[in-house]
């Protein structure tokens, strides 16, 4: 299990493979010294010259051999580095958070770093739930006299020459602004711009833009907690539920060959352990989401049982402390956030040549585009999906750079 005490994990590692352990410690004692410099080389801006400068001085002889690692696979790194199966599986499933299957290019570095910020800073929630951090969100924004407006479908961006000036809505009322600033994904984006807005390749780029495999989100009400069969699972916030690696290279291959396997992989939320706001007393929520085809040819009922079917295989029992269940299939939640295209919860698919500079385009990745007055910010783009806020961040930088002095107007943001 991973652990914020690295201790901890080794400990946890050398129960499957011997010097597991000892190996996963010597990698952490590596990259620990340098965590800042390698978040912010990961979160900043492209090119992350700077930061990425400073991180391969540091590193020295050991960027050499670690480079070619993490452009390879989880899979490769968890056994030549933890040297067995069992922990090759471990790290690789926190590859499952992505599209990445546990042999793909790449993978490496995502698991590695996902596993890595689980000691550095855990893996943090939110207290009271995730719409918490909307609702915050929005405050602020109130709070400086701005006004969100949900349900409000955008159509077209307008624009005015080689500028944008507005958007138009579904019901064809049409809001003005000095900047539009664009969060949905890429192909939502080029749909709501005319064929001439952008030079032809970065259009291209976004219509053409290759999402994953869908995603099937279930949400139940527990009457107690999970009893896993792993005393590790019962006290963790976050389960990966894949059972051996040659088990998550099916799942994954499964889900981007448009077939529905029974032994779905599975991340699984059981935060109301250690929140006790989200359930009344006594009483528990399991969020679990697994990646499957984007039109899996199954109602939702039985999406529904597959998932239950695979928790149940590893904590007998789970069916009786069932009061509630929502299933929402890859169309709902595309339904519901168009930008999830296809259910694809990552905005596009994260392999490398959806990656850094081309995520989505050249002339993108710093968050201003050709068109003036529009600018792009998430999943999209660099540095891609999570909950990070970095692409905001970087796209509210560059509208208040070509801005200042402010003008009269405002910033409107879809």
Not at 391 to 413: E, K, M, Q, T
């Amino acid at each position: 299990s991973l652990s914020r005490d690295v201790e901890e994990t080794a400990a946890a590692l050398d129960a499957h493979a011997a010097q597991a352990g000892r190996r996963w410690r010597r990698l952490i004692e590596l990259l620990t010294p340098q965590r800042k410099l390698l978040i912010d080389a990961a979160l900043e801006r492209f090119p992350p010259i700077l930061d990425g400068v400073r991180l391969l001085a540091r590193l020295r002889r050991d960027a050499l051999d670690l480079a070619p690692r993490l452009l390879g696979s989880a899979a490769a790194l968890g056994c030549d580095v933890l040297g067995g199966d069992r922990p090759a599986a471990w790290l690789a499933g926190s590859a499952c958070h992505s599209d990445l299957e546990p042999g793909a290019a790449g993978s490496a570095a995502f698991a590695l770093v996902l596993n890595a910020l689980g000691h550095w800073v855990g893996w943090p929630m939110i207290r009271g739930g995730a719409g918490r951090l909307s609702e915050l969100l929005v405050a602020r924004v109130e709070r400086h006299g701005g006004e969100v407006r949900c349900g409000a479908r955008v159509e077209e961006v307008l624009r005015r020459g080689r500028r944008a000036i507005g958007v138009t809505l579904a019901g064809g009322e049409q809001l003005l602004a000095d900047a539009v600033v664009v969060t949905v994904s890429a192909q939502p984006l080029a749909a709501m711009l005319d064929p001439g807005a952008l030079p032809k390749r970065v259009w291209s780029r976004l219509s053409g833009w290759r999402y994953g495999p869908g995603t099937v989100k279930v949400d139940f009400a527990l009457a107690g907690p999970v009893a896993w069969t792993s005393s590790q699972a019962r006290e963790a916030a976050v389960v990966h539920l894949g059972g051996e690696l040659e088990e998550l290279f099916e799942a994954a291959r499964a889900a981007k060959a448009g077939r529905l396997t029974k032994a779905l992989a599975l991340v699984v939320g059981q935060q109301s352990l250690f929140d006790e706001t989200r359930a009344p007393a006594g009483r528990h929520t399991l969020y679990v989401y697994a990646r499957i085809p984007s039109d899996p040819g199954f109602p939702d009922d039985h999406l529904g049982r597959l998932v239950e079917d695979r928790i149940e295989a590893f904590a007998p029992g789970f069916r009786e402390l069932i009061l509630a269940r929502a299933v929402r299939s890859p169309r709902a939640l595309e339904r519901e956030n168009p930008s999830l295209v296809g259910g694809d919860l990552a905005g596009g698919s994260v392999e490398l040549d959806q990656l850094l500079v081309f995520r989505p385009a050249p002339e993108l990745v710093r968050y201003r585009t050709p068109l003036g007055g529009l600018y792009v910010a998430g999943a999209s783009v660099h540095p891609g999906p999570a909950v990070h806020g970095a692409s905001g961040a970087g796209a509210a930088r560059a509208v208040l750079a070509d801005r200042a002095p402010w003008p009269r107007g405002g910033v409107l943001r879809i």
